[in-house]
């Protein structure tokens, strides 16, 4: 499967940190967030990922020339607007030739079984074209909170509102069936904004993949900090207060 990591954000709110750093290279324990990516999805289970690039560029192609994946790296770089999720998945639709792949957020620190990623999407619901995984957020009005049925489809998404119904939290990490592309280039613009434009089309057509591992949206100096505490390459399950739980 190939998969496409998205590293073009500013990460504004970890200033004063990307005012030198992109995003996608902040550091955990002294490791860039896009190594922790590189290591949990090569060698096994991608034959190749695709990294969008936009803010500070050269530094993240110095980290991926230095990287010993990156013969099996490719780059993109988006030079004036950044297209949103959707747009970049649509603007690189060749690079998934028609078949199944991830799509990643690489600004998030996530541990979890990637075989078992894909078998859930493998066996997924009848008409489902998306598996979305999901975690236990402390922070629930800061992310977007998913409401499923039995079956674990999608049948209601609250899109970072003040009092969602739980804590169950999109975790920006998917894999798309090929149909998931088509909608998109059936929008007929360059820029489309995955959560607002996508996801509501999918609703119970979305099944989810819980990591009872560890994960966490390294968005805010705060959220940096408490992974700095929390997590352990080892033992990526430890989690003192405000981490994920184990389920």
Same mark, same amino acid.
């Given at each position: 499967?190939?998969?496409?990591?998205?590293?073009?954000?500013?990460?504004?709110?970890?200033?004063?940190?990307?005012?030198?750093?992109?995003?996608?290279?902040?550091?955990?324990?002294?490791?860039?967030?896009?190594?922790?990516?590189?290591?949990?999805?090569?060698?096994?289970?991608?034959?190749?990922?695709?990294?969008?690039?936009?803010?500070?560029?050269?530094?993240?192609?110095?980290?991926?020339? *230095? #990287?010993?994946?990156?013969?099996?790296?490719?780059? =993109?770089? !988006?030079?004036? &607007?950044? $297209?949103? /999720?959707?747009?970049?998945?649509?603007?690189?639709?060749?690079?998934?030739?028609?078949?199944?792949?991830?799509?990643?957020?690489?600004?998030?620190?996530?541990?979890?079984?990637?075989?078992?990623?894909?078998?859930?999407?493998?066996?997924?619901?009848?008409?489902?074209?998306?598996?979305?995984?999901?975690? *236990? #957020?402390?922070?629930?009005?800061?992310?977007?909170? =998913?409401? !499923?049925?039995? &079956?674990? $489809?999608? /049948?209601?998404?609250?899109?970072?509102?003040?009092?969602?119904?739980?804590?169950?939290?999109?975790?920006?990490?998917?894999?798309?069936?090929?149909?998931?592309?088509?909608?998109?280039?059936?929008?007929?613009?360059?820029?489309?904004?995955?959560?607002?434009?996508?996801?509501?089309?999918?609703?119970?057509?979305?099944?989810?993949?819980?990591?009872?591992?560890?994960?966490?949206?390294?968005?805010?100096?705060?959220?940096?900090?408490?992974?700095?505490?929390?997590?352990?390459?080892?033992?990526?399950?430890?989690?003192?207060?405000?981490?994920?739980?184990?389920?």
């Amino acid at each position: 499967m190939r998969a496409l990591l998205l590293a073009a954000g500013f990460g504004t709110r970890l200033r004063p940190v990307t005012d030198t750093v992109p995003k996608c290279l902040v550091p955990v324990h002294g490791k860039p967030l896009l190594g922790y990516w590189f290591d949990l999805l090569f060698p096994d289970h991608c034959d190749k990922v695709l990294v969008n690039t936009h803010y500070l560029p050269g530094m993240v192609n110095d980290f991926i020339a *230095t #990287s010993p994946w990156r013969e099996r790296v490719a780059l =993109v770089h !988006e030079a004036g &607007e950044l $297209l949103g /999720t959707g747009g970049t998945v649509l603007a690189n639709r060749d690079f998934f030739e028609g078949r199944p792949f991830m799509l990643v957020h690489a600004d998030n620190l996530t541990r979890f079984d990637v075989a078992a990623f894909f078998e859930r999407h493998r066996t997924r619901p009848a008409g489902a074209e998306i598996t979305m995984m999901t975690f *236990t #957020s402390d922070q629930p009005c800061s992310c977007g909170i =998913v409401e !499923e049925n039995a &079956e674990g $489809l999608v /049948t209601a998404f609250h899109e970072k509102v003040a009092n969602p119904p739980g804590n169950r939290a999109n975790a920006a990490v998917y894999i798309l069936e090929p149909a998931v592309v088509n909608f998109i280039a059936s929008l007929n613009k360059p820029v489309v904004d995955f959560s607002t434009e996508v996801i509501p089309h999918f609703l119970g057509r979305i099944c989810t993949f819980h990591n009872s591992r560890y994960h966490r949206d390294i968005g805010t100096l705060e959220s940096l900090a408490k992974a700095e505490a929390d997590f352990t390459q080892s033992s990526c399950w430890m989690a003192p207060a405000g981490a994920l739980p184990r389920t």
